[in-house]
């Protein structure tokens, strides 16, 4: 994937800031902020009867401000730095859902709820991580046992009959 910087990076901000794809692909320079190592998210891309719309998202719970890790703050500078002639409000990733070989570039975080939460009380506290913490959603999904942390930090009782 390294080949094709953009898409690296794309997978990058996907997967360590908890986007969704439209949110990524509605980034520009002004949503970051280097000094802090934050990116606002507060608009959406879409594809709408063939032109390009950016819009505000669909809930005011979309509009957020991430703390992006340290050496992804690094490589997202480093992208913008080399893109030609680009401006404080263009679009850095202006990608299509799919690759030319039809792969995708997502996460699709139902698939880790489905293989990792038993109830619907861990179901919350994994969503309760991509919104607030993505970074340590990313860190426990990866490096952790997040069966182990939801087990801890979650308590399912049936009500009684």
Same mark, same amino acid.
């Given at each position: 994937?390294?080949?094709?910087?953009?898409?690296y990076y794309a997978f990058e901000m996907l997967y360590w800031c908890g986007l969704r794809i439209g949110e990524?692909?509605?980034?520009?320079?002004?949503?970051?902020?280097?000094?802090?190592?934050t990116v606002t998210i507060g608009k959406s891309y879409q594809r709408i009867k063939g032109?390009?719309?950016?819009?505000?998202p669909k809930t005011k719970k979309s509009n957020r401000v991430i703390q992006m890790p340290q050496f992804l703050t690094d490589e997202i500078q480093d992208y913008i730095k080399q893109l030609y002639s680009v401006e404080h409000d #263009?679009? &850095?990733f202006p990608l299509g859902v799919k690759y030319t070989d039809g792969s995708m570039i997502? %996460?699709?975080?139902p698939a880790v709820e489905d293989e990792v939460a038993e109830n619907m009380h861990q179901? #919350?506290? &994994?969503?309760?991580?991509i919104y607030n913490d993505p970074v340590a959603y990313a860190?426990? %999904?990866?490096n952790g046992a997040p069966e182990t942390y939801l087990k801890s930090v979650t308590e399912y009782k049936p009500l009684d009959s």
């Open positions: 994937m390294m080949d094709s910087p953009i898409h990524l692909f509605a980034l520009t320079p002004d949503d970051f902020n280097f000094d802090t190592g032109e390009d719309v950016i819009t505000c #263009s679009r &850095l997502s %996460i699709y975080c179901r #919350s506290e &994994l969503d309760r991580l860190e426990l %999904i990866l």
